[in-house]
């Protein structure tokens, strides 16, 4: 009986971590979608890349950028060279291009 109930307490902690799981993803999601508003929208977004620990956006007008809500998002840092913005979002970074490329 023993090793029924470790099995039972080990299926609802793997359901517990998968719908944990889940849920952040979704959310992440749901940030990358604002992190793209906050761009000024995907029309405004020329090019991108990422470089470990940055998300490297090219910007056809930087002046309609929300940085203060980036920040607010959870953006270690931000910094402007012309039309071109480098934030630093750590390790985030990686996961936050493929929610990218699926909107463009």
């Known amino acids: ?12 902690m793997l359901i517990i971590a998968f719908a944990i799981t889940k849920s952040k993803k979704k ?13 000024g929208g995907r029309d ?8 470990k620990s940055r998300f490297i956006v090219n910007l056809k007008d930087v002046s309609v ?14 910094v402007e060279i012309e039309n071109q913005l ?3 979002l750590g390790e ?3 996961v936050l291009k493929k929610y990218i490329d699926e909107l463009k």
Request: net charge neutral; no cysteine.
């Open 1 to 12: 009986m023993n090793y029924i109930e470790y099995i039972l307490i080990l299926i609802i």
């Open 27 to 39: 959310d992440f999601k749901i940030n990358t979608n604002k992190l793209v508003m906050y761009l």
């Open 44 to 51: 405004n977004i020329l090019e991108y890349e990422f470089n």
């Open 65 to 78: 950028v929300n940085k203060e809500a980036i920040q607010k998002m959870g953006a270690q840092g931000i």
């Open 86 to 88: 480098k934030i630093i």
């Open 92 to 94: 985030d970074a990686r």
